[in-house]
T-cell receptor, first 113, second 116 residues
Framework: GDSVTQMEGPVTLSEEACLTI???????????LFWYVQYPGEGLQLLLK?????DKGSNKGFEATYRKETTSFHLEKGSVQVSDSAVYFC????????????FGKGTHLIIQP | GAVVSQHPSWVICKSGTSVKIECRSL??????MFWYRQFPKQSLMLMAT?????????EQGVEKDKFLINHASLTLSTLTVTSAHPEDSSFYIC????????????FGEGSWLTVV
């Protein structure tokens, strides 16, 4: 079946550091890929997505590129802020997100001033 | 923006009792909602797809008689954990699909269930 593997946390960085959170997947079909973010006390929010190979999703300074050859969708940001502290989930869907999602375990990101 | 609300956020119940968790779409109609559970340090796992006006579709390995799902209106789905046991203690999250526009999925804040 489908699965998502993302790097274990917590990841602790200083403000303005570069961020990469690795995500790889296995899927039987041609999935859509997502990054969700969960801020403390809130529900999961869609951060960005990509629906086909070489697509780049971007939002709030975060980027991720759909790499079919390496089955990866790594999340990157050039300069993180304290407000980026949250739990980040990589996920995939075989139906463009309209159906249930397969999630990674989540990565807790802590940004220190 | 669209909001999905879950209630309660935290619940503690005794073994053998049942507990109900509500998932509401506050400003849109959701014909489809999804229920997930997450154990510590594990992924969110899809439990079932809740369809308004019809029976829920359960994922393999999820006991439908234990996790009762009712989606009686376009804005409310409920998950009832029947005869709860300590191993049912988990984080339960719902999501709702807004078909207008574009099948966007919105998640609730989640509900922590502790069975003692």
């Amino acid at each position: 079946g489908d699965s998502v593997t993302q790097m274990e946390g917590p990841v602790t960085l200083s403000e303005e550091a570069c961020l990469t959170i690795n995500c790889t997947y296995t899927a039987t079909g041609y999935p859509s890929l997502f990054w969700y973010v969960q801020y403390p006390g809130e529900g999961l929010q869609l951060l960005l997505k990509a629906t086909k190979a070489d697509d780049k999703g971007s939002n709030k300074g975060f980027e991720a590129t759909y790499r079919k050859e390496t089955t990866s969708f790594h999340l990157e940001k050039g300069s993180v802020q304290v407000s980026d502290s949250a739990v980040y989930f990589c996920a995939l869907s075989d139906r463009g997100g309209a159906d249930g999602l397969t999630f990674g375990k989540g990565t807790h990101l802590i940004i220190q001033p | 923006g669209a909001v999905v609300s879950q209630h309660p956020s935290w619940v503690i119940c005794k073994s053998g009792t049942s507990v109900k968790i509500e998932c509401r779409s506050l400003d849109f109609q959701a014909t489809t909602m999804f229920w997930y559970r997450q154990f510590p340090k594990q992924s969110l796992m899809l439990m079932a797809t809740s369809n308004e006006g019809s029976k829920a579709t359960y994922e393999q390995g999820v006991e439908k008689d234990k996790f009762l799902i009712n989606h009686a209106s376009l804005t409310l789905s409920t998950l009832t954990v029947t005869s709860a046991h300590p191993e049912d203690s988990s984080f339960y999250i719902c999501s709702a699909r807004d078909i207008d526009p574009g099948n966007t999925i919105y998640f609730g804040e989640g509900s922590w269930l502790t069975v003692v």
